[in-house]
């Protein structure tokens, strides 16, 4: 199962990747790739498992539909401006968690079209 977690440098984010490789496996199918990406590049894994790591702005055009061409098998979004910074910067609020959560659904459904 090839996994993509958006978001991978986040509190959430660390935490969800480490959970998922000490399970090795999401219901009951073994995890054979992460793919992990953030707005910085999150922190190296030193794992066996195939990985690749990406310092991405989903919001940015075209990053969406890099992330999902790998075809994964499930993703995991947690990319968000939370709480106080996004009060402080809406505009940087608003893109990062309007536009880059619209840009990503709209790849996945340009992708699944291409099937």
Known sequence: MKVLVIGAAGMVGRKLVAALLAAGQINDKAISSLTLADVVEPPGLGIDIAHTVIATDLSEEGAAASLIAERPDMIFHLAAIVSGEAEADFEKGYR???????????????ASQSE
């Not at 990062?96 to 340009?110: P, V």
């Open 96 to 110: 990062i968690n309007l536009e880059g959560t619209r840009a990503l659904l709209e790849s996945i459904r340009l």
